[in-house]
């Protein structure tokens, strides 16, 4: 059995697309897959806002997972955006990040010190370019689950 878990992280709100049809195959293959769960629809609470709710989020869904095994950090759309901060806050918490992995999504910002900390792919065509230049593996065809396998396999 594998020990690295695949993390599908949830759309942001407003966004719509499931990661169902994804995890069953990965799981087909007995992959460890955890899609977490989305965001309420609730307006930020507090002092955060939207990213910080979704950073939130996805840290706290994340603890929950018995044992702690690194973890594979995959998003889509414009939570790629946030993949730094759910990076950090893995890190903080003493969970070992072994790759990042951007399916047409937003890039995270550039030049934030000691990120990427863990190689990054992207997946799709929208930023494929961008993320060619900052040197990250670009996969601008083919099945998901498969380009998933193939990564995690690659990470362990």
């Known amino acids: 059995m594998r020990e690295i878990i ?6 942001l709100p407003g966004e719509r697309w499931s990661w169902r049809e994804v995890a069953a195959e990965l799981a087909a293959y007995n992959y460890p897959v ?4 989305h965001l309420p629809q609730a307006a930020p609470s507090g002092e955060l806002d939207l990213a910080g709710e979704w950073v939130a989020h996805c840290a706290l869904e994340l603890a929950t ?15 790629g955006r946030m993949l730094t901060a759910l990076g950090f806050a ?5 969970r070992r990040v072994v790759g990042y992995v951007l399916v047409d999504a ?14 990054v792919t992207y997946i799709g065509t929208r930023e494929a370019h961008a993320a060619e230049l900052r ?3 670009v996969v601008t065809d083919g099945d ?4 998933l396998r193939i990564v995690t396999d690659q990470s362990a």
């Open 106 to 119: 937003d890039l995270p910002k550039a030049g934030v010190a000691d990120w990427p900390d863990a190689p």
């Open 6 to 11: 695949i993390a599908l992280l949830p759309p």
């Open 90 to 94: 893995q890190k903080a918490s003493r």
């Open 65 to 79: 997972q018995v044992g702690r095994p690194p973890v594979l950090l995959v998003a889509r759309g414009g939570a």
């Open 135 to 137: 040197g990250w593996d």
């Open 144 to 147: 998901l689950a498969a380009t």
């Open 34 to 37: 955890r899609i977490v769960a």
